[in-house]
């Protein structure tokens, strides 16, 4: 999680993390204390009533107790900002790491170098069980929480809980978290209004404690009766019943409902204040949170620390939440009441306390509550002013649901007189999928060419749009777009740092596409150096995913492989910690699937399916789901690999990506046409039309398109069922291409379709010559699947070829190919041992060169020089028959000497 942001840039309020204090005069729920405390094999309390019921002070009691007897325990309190998932996650990063230092726990050295990355529940719920104690959290207004997917991430927490761990939640309504499951395998227990509700004993403890009152049994009985155990009626009764009015009407109210007998109370309780009592009680219920400098401003009391003390201390629902009397916060029940007795007395009045409250949040840089009352008060300039300046930290740090919610609530004319925000709201839009609320902004950003900008916003305004058009797949445009800004400004901090990141890494794309890998290594370098610390870790995964792809499409797949394992397994880089860092694992399966991982590949794909399918570039997308889809054909469940390409499809139209759709049209012909039936094949060919044969490649080709596009597709189709004179041309051009990218992995993938071409054409010679060409390089570069994704007859080649006149060099990656096939092959006359054996030293060397390690770094290693290291591997080449660094590490891999 993203712990090397400042608390403060990314919103981070103290008191969430807090007990609040108050109430001074309670009465200890005895009962119910001990009724919890016998829940040992309970891992999950939910406390569930509507509002007053006293749960938030019931949670506090269950915190004293869990104190009182050892446990470690943390404080949550939940609001509206918490449907944003990644500001959550930041919520829970900071819980987590509170209690690892209260515990002195060593985080860091717990965690396995050679674990794969887990789930956000899982690594929240892995970082707790290290700390190797007892632990109690403890989440206080949960019903604020409306999003499905951060319900479904409390749902994977509360599944999965360390047994250290429990956790007690409050909410006023059922939390959608898989109650009744947890409560089948008795794992959670609910405790509803009918269960926490007062006693009559417990109200009569209650009024025993202001011994002002004069109350008999009888007295106590009716307001028992009356208030139906309800703890906020029984405090407002017991703040008014020194009314002599108050007290004899209790006989008068037995047709009143709870609620309505809280209001009677709650007018008596503001009526018998002091008039400027009442102004300031008023006045300042328009505050989520009151300091005395803010009610200050509001109210213009000198004295307003002293009053809100005496407030609390009266016990008028209101509550220090910061355990230093700093910040206060009225109970929401008397908070609504005192609103709307203000808001029908004086709409103007309310107006005018939410316009000094965001000036005042803004003079103290507390920009999302500036923002929160200019919004209220209507004053939309400088709620512009306030989001502009907060949504910068935001996005940066993905926090992008805010961002979009608070966009929501300002009209689009006060937005557009602002430019600079119109960049930030774009980006949220665009990272959120959001095409319909984002085409406004980019029509607007492109109005704004037409005016004179500064040189900066000028720049800031083309990344925008770029990486808008990026994600509405017009990629010519977006190249366009950053082909000519200079983004090496080392200089360069904070947002400004985050969008020539974000250039860079389209640059590196454009380079990447025109087969500039050389170009393509030297952006991707500079926007690693804009996302380095806390510029941008937002776009860091691109950055890495950039790297991982690039190194795979040139064809070094073990580079790639080594890259995309040691990235999954890196604390640096989880889903959780950024939103884009989804990117990189989606840059990680192909190679996985390249080199066969394929457990590791589903395990990872099935931890972070719901990150990919949203917020991502379509290029990303679909190099995720095209090797999943591969995969699960290959192991033969072709009904989940139909179900992956559905859906893709189905993103591919949600997100009106023409050219995804147009792959996964392509992706179920590939399908079908290399299920080995001549008829089908026929079908196929005829329902595609010779029209669709008619394809001119494009001028680049985008990473996804270089492994898999509409061009191999065609010409694919046109080989297994319709080949024609110009097939031949149309296959040596695409290998031409190929090579002029250096994308070897394709270029192998068009041999290999030249040689089954020349073998249906009864052309065996130059069939062979195609596959050996293919099989050279595959060996060379440690290409597997790439291969074999061509299907049965690319098997039948193999195997025609196997123990012949080749070098052993080629016949011991045939049959290592072939031993990846499905189908049992016979290749017990080949050689299967080395013809000298590797001497100890060797194979230790062998083993350093496979995790990519210098010449340097193996001496280091094994206390030699680097001569001597020289020495060995020349002998292991020879041993191998090998004259590379890679061909050694895929010839041993063939012989399982590594």
Request: proline letters at 3%.
């Amino acid at each position: 999680m993203l712990t090397n942001l400042s608390n403060k840039s990314i919103g981070l309020s103290h008191h969430k993390f807090q007990a609040p204090l108050g109430e001074q005069k309670q009465v200890l729920r005895s009962e119910l204390l001990a009724r919890i405390s016998k829940l040992e094999a309970t891992q999950c309390v939910v406390i569930q009533a509507p509002a007053g019921h006293g749960k938030t002070t019931l949670l506090k009691q269950i915190l004293s107790a869990s104190r009182a007897d050892g446990k470690l325990t943390a404080w949550l309190k939940i609001d509206e900002t918490d449907n944003d998932l990644n500001r959550l996650l930041l919520h829970l990063d900071k819980i987590a790491g509170d209690l690892e230092e209260s515990h002195q726990a060593q985080h860091a050295a717990a965690l396995k170098e050679n674990s794969l990355p887990k789930g956000r529940a899982e690594r929240f719920n892995n970082r707790l069980a290290e700390i190797g104690t007892e632990i109690h959290l403890f989440i206080d207004d949960f019903q604020f929480i409306e999003e499905p997917e951060i319900e479904l991430l409390f749902r994977h927490i509360l599944k999965s809980l360390p047994n250290s761990v429990r956790i007690f939640i409050a909410s006023r309504s059922l939390p959608k978290i898989g109650l009744t499951e947890l409560q089948v395998v008795q794992r959670l227990e609910l405790l509803r209004f009918e269960e926490i509700k007062f006693s009559l004993q417990e109200t009569k403890d209650f009024f025993q404690i202001e011994h002002q009152l004069s109350l008999s049994d009888d007295d106590l009985s009716i307001i028992y009766n009356r208030s139906e155990g309800w703890a906020a009626a029984l405090q407002l009764f017991r703040l008014t019943l020194a009314k002599r009015s108050v007290k004899d009407s209790l006989n008068n109210l037995e047709s009143y409902t709870p609620f309505q007998i809280t209001e009677y109370l709650a007018s008596n309780v503001l009526q018998q204040q002091a008039t400027d009592t009442q102004d300031f009680l008023l006045y300042c219920s328009l505050l989520p949170k009151i300091c005395a400098s803010l009610c200050e401003k509001i109210t213009g009391r000198k004295d307003s620390q002293e009053t809100l003390e005496k407030l609390e201390h009266q016990g008028l629902f209101l509550n220090n939440i910061d355990n230093e009397n700093h910040w206060f916060q009225f109970h929401r029940l008397f908070s609504d009441y005192l609103k709307e007795v203000l808001r029908k007395r004086s709409p103007t009045r309310c107006r005018q306390i939410h316009n000094d409250a965001a000036r005042w949040f803004l003079e103290h840089e507390l920009y999302e509550d500036a923002l929160f009352h200019a919004v209220e008060a209507q004053d939309f300039e400088l709620a512009t002013h306030s989001m502009d300046i907060w949504a910068t930290d935001q996005i940066t740090s993905a926090c992008l649901h805010s961002v979009e919610r608070w966009a929501e609530k300002i009209p689009l004319q006060h937005i557009f007189d602002r430019p600079s925000l119109i960049v930030k709201i774009t980006w949220a839009l665009t990272f959120l999928r959001r095409r319909a609320k984002v085409l406004p902004y980019l029509d607007e950003l492109k109005k704004l060419g037409e005016k004179k900008l500064d040189w900066q916003f000028s720049i800031e305004r083309q990344i925008t749009m770029a990486v808008v058009e990026m994600a509405l797949d017009h990629l010519d445009q977006a190249f366009e777009n950053v082909a000519n800004i200079k983004t090496e400004n080392h200089e360069a901090r904070g947002f400004w740092a985050f969008e020539l990141g974000a250039a860079a890494n389209i640059q590196a794309c454009r380079r990447i596409a025109y087969g500039n890998f050389s170009a393509a290594r030297y952006h991707i370098a500079v926007g690693r150096n804009h996302n380095h610390g806390d510029s941008a870790p937002f776009l860091a995964g691109y950055n890495t995913g950039l790297t991982i792809i690039s190194s795979y499409l040139q064809g070094s797949i073990n580079e790639a492989y080594e890259r995309s394992i040691s990235v999954l397994k890196t604390k640096g880089l989880n889903i959780e910690e950024s939103y884009a860092a989804t990117a990189a694992v989606c840059c990680t399966l192909f190679p996985l699937y390249e080199k066969n991982d394929f457990d590791t590949a589903i395990k990872v794909f099935e931890q972070y399916h719901q990150e990919i399918n949203t917020g991502l570039l379509p290029d990303f997308v679909s190099a995720a789901y095209l090797p999943m889809i591969r995969i699960y054909d290959v192991k033969g469940e072709r009904s989940k690999a139909r179900e992956l390409l559905d859906t893709l499809e189905d993103i591919a139209i949600s997100a009106n990506w023409p050219r995804i759709i147009q792959l996964c049209n392509w992706e179920h012909i590939r399908r079908e046409l290399l299920s080995d039936s001549s008829q089908k094949n026929m079908a196929i060919s005829k329902s595609t039309g010779d029209a669709e044969l008619n394809f001119e490649a494009p001028p680049f080709l985008s990473f996804s398109d270089a492994l898999e596009n509409p061009s191999i597709a065609r010409l694919r189709l046109e080989i297994h069922t319709c080949p024609t004179d110009e097939t031949s041309s149309k296959l040596q051009d695409a290998i031409q291409q190929a090579q002029s990218h250096n994308l070897i992995p394709r270029e192998i993938k068009l041999h290999i379709l030249n040689a089954i071409l020349n073998i249906n054409k009864g052309n065996s010679a130059q069939s062979s010559s195609e596959l050996k060409t293919a099989m050279t390089l595959a060996a060379e570069y440690g290409v597997v699947r790439s291969i074999l994704d061509e299907g049965p007859k690319v098997i039948q080649l193999l195997k025609s070829h196997l123990n012949g006149s080749w070098s052993s060099t080629l016949n011991h990656y045939i049959k290592f190919l072939l031993s990846h096939c499905e189908e049992t092959v016979d290749i017990s006359e080949t050689e299967t041992e080395l013809l000298e054996a590797l001497t100890s030293r060797e194979m230790q060397i062998l083993s350093l060169l496979a995790k990519g390690e210098t010449n340097k770094n193996i001496a280091r290693n094994l206390f030699v020089s680097e001569n001597t290291v020289k020495f060995h591997l020349k002998n292991i080449f020879n041993k191998l028959n090998v004259s590379t660094r890679t061909q050694a590490i895929n010839n041993a891999t063939m012989l399982g000497l590594i």
